[in-house]
Structures are given as structure tokens and as C-alpha cells.
């Protein structure tokens, strides 16, 4: 008889990662990982300047990763309007960052509940929480800054996100976090040395893909070792998920009520964006990394590639 083993719970898995020298890389990963955060961290409240006033005529997001850029209604609306628009972007999708770092968060610590304490492994998995908490707090700020509202997901998504950060496997809570983590940084890429947009979203940017990039680095690298050694099972359920994932979070990309709060029609403006080629472009150019590492390491298989495909972030 076979025994079902959780990676998260039991030693096994990880004498079977010894054996294939899987624990060593990790620890090397880690102990580089922290020298990276030792020599580039920020303090976001110290960093930047939160008291300097907005300037006038400056967009707070790039107007091509506006959702509606190029579509039948952004012809028809004002810059003034467009600008708006960014700004209310903008602050949906710091909240939608900020949702995402308190469920990662929650992640990390389970992940590392079973893990020796002294490991290089867990000091970066608690380092990475700490850059979490500090993101979240200047995401936060930005959207007051911006004097925008927080835009919370769907009740139904939160309580999605509510089950899948209490009960998803290792493998799938790392394929879920670079979900997060990998399009929403393509974009800041190109945020944070766009002077057309505002400092203060540029600086926060520009912190965030710094400490990111060790953030995406971990979790690929744990991805990888867990796709190797996780029971079959657990493999074709991270596919799965992460395909079911994909598709929820292109539809909670933008929060709609930042149409009706710019004065469009809400549902209109959701339907072009559907309908955008520009918008399928830079979301499938956003996940192109993520979906060639993910295809790589044997993630984008069977029901988990068509649920990808159904959420239009591969081509
Ligand atoms: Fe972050
Ligand atoms: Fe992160």
C-alpha cells in the first residue's frame, strides 16, 4: 500500500530532496538570496518622499498598461478622464497586491512551520514576510497618497483566497505566488523609469521590482525542487489549481468599480476590455516569463494549460 504524504507535514519529501542534493541548492539559494536582501532593502517610509505634493499633469500608471488604453472608449474619453482613470487603476491594483502579500505571507509561514529554524531557508522565508509587510504598508500609502479608494476583490474571491491560503499544498502555493508576483512586476518594470508617471508611484515601483526579484527567484527555485519530489497527485492538483488560479486572476486584474468611479459605464467598459487586442498583448507579454518557467518545469499540462489558455494569459 502507497502512503498519501503532504510536503508540507512529514520529513520524507525532504529526505527524498537530500538524496538528490535538492536540500544543498536550497540552502545555497537562500544564503544568496540573503547577502541580495542585506545589501538592497528599503525602509518605503524613510525612502521616499511622502510629504512632496502630486504633480500636476503626470500619470500614475503607463497609459498603455491602462485596461481600456486603445479601445472604441478611451478614443472618446478626455486626457484628463484617461488620467483619472490611471489613477484609479493604480490603486486597484495596490490593493490587489496588497491582497495577494497577506495571503503569500500566510504561505510562507506554513511553509516553513516544519523546517529547521536555523536553515538559510527558513531566515529567507522570514526575511522575505518581513519585505511583504513593508510592501503592503506603502502600497497602502500610495493609494492614500493618490487620494484613491482601496479596491477590494470580490466577496467570492476573497473567500476563494481564504481556503486555497489554508489548505493548498507547497507546489501549489508557490506556483500561485509567482502567479502574483510575476505580472504585476512585469509592469512596474516599466513604471518605475516612466517619467511621464508620477515620483511617488515611480519610487514605489522601483522598491518593489528591487525586492521582488528575490521573491520570484525563491519561489521558482522551490517550485522546481517540489514539481521533482511532490507525489503525483500533488502535481497534477498544482496544475490544476494554478490554471484555476490563472483564470480567476485575470478576471479580478482590475477592479471594475474604477470604470463607474471615472464616469464610464461599467459594463461597457468591461466588455471592450474583453474585447482589447492591445489589453491581450500586454497581459499575455506579462505572463510570458511565467508561462515558459511554468511550461519548463511541467506545470502547464492537460486541464491546467486549457484553464490557462481560458484565462487568456497564454496564447
Ligand atoms: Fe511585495
Ligand atoms: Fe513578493
Not at 518622499?49 to 472608449?73: H, I, M, N, Q, R
Not at 474619453?77 to 497577506?102: D, K, N, P, T, V
Not at 521558482?220 to 497534477?236: F, N, Y
Amino acid at each position: 500500500m502507497t502512503t498519501v504524504t503532504t510536503a508540507t507535514t512529514v520529513t520524507e519529501p525532504d529526505a527524498l530532496r537530500d538524496a538528490l542534493g535538492l536540500l544543498k541548492d536550497r540552502e545555497q539559494v537562500a544564503e544568496r538570496l540573503l547577502d541580495s536582501s542585506a545589501k538592497h532593502s528599503f525602509d518605503p517610509d524613510t525612502e521616499l518622499d511622502w510629504d512632496a505634493p502630486l504633480e500636476e499633469g503626470k500619470w500614475f500608471w503607463p497609459p498603455e498598461l491602462v485596461s481600456l488604453y486603445d479601445t472604441p472608449l478611451w478614443k472618446k474619453m478626455s486626457e484628463e478622464q484617461r488620467m483619472e482613470l490611471s489613477r484609479h487603476e493604480a490603486a486597484s491594483l495596490a490593493s490587489l497586491g496588497i491582497w495577494f502579500e497577506i495571503i503569500l505571507m500566510q504561505l510562507l509561514v506554513r511553509h516553513i512551520y516544519d523546517k529547521s529554524v536555523t536553515s538559510a531557508h527558513v531566515r529567507y522565508a522570514l526575511t522575505e514576510i518581513a519585505d511583504e509587510c513593508r510592501h503592503s504598508k506603502m502600497f497602502a500609502r500610495m493609494i492614500q497618497k493618490g487620494e484613491a479608494p482601496a479596491y477590494p476583490v470580490s466577496r467570492l474571491n476573497h473567500n476563494l483566497a481564504r481556503v486555497l491560503k489554508t489548505v493548498s499544498t507547497t507546489p501549489g502555493s508557490f506556483a500561485c505566488t509567482l502567479l502574483g508576483e510575476e505580472i504585476l512586476d512585469w509592469m512596474q518594470r516599466l513604471t518605475f523609469p516612466d517619467e511621464r508617471v508620477q515620483t511617488i508611484v515611480r519610487g514605489v515601483t522601483r522598491i518593489h521590482v528591487v525586492e521582488e526579484a528575490r521573491h520570484v527567484r525563491y519561489a521558482r527555485e522551490e517550485l522546481r525542487r517540489q514539481m521533482v519530489t511532490a507525489p503525483r497527485w500533488e502535481q497534477e492538483l498544482t496544475r490544476v489549481s494554478c490554471g484555476e488560479a490563472a483564470r480567476v486572476f485575470s478576471i479580478a486584474f482590475v477592479n471594475p468599480q474604477v470604470y463607474t468611479n471615472v464616469g464610464l459605464d461599467r459594463r461597457e467598459a468591461v466588455a471592450q476590455v474583453k474585447a482589447s487586442g492591445h489589453r491581450r498583448e500586454v497581459m499575455q507579454s506579462g505572463a510570458g516569463r511565467l508561462t515558459e518557467f511554468l511550461d519548463d518545469i511541467g506545470v502547464l499540462r492537460g486541464v491546467g494549460r486549457k484553464l490557462w489558455k481560458s484565462s487568456g494569459l497564454l496564447a
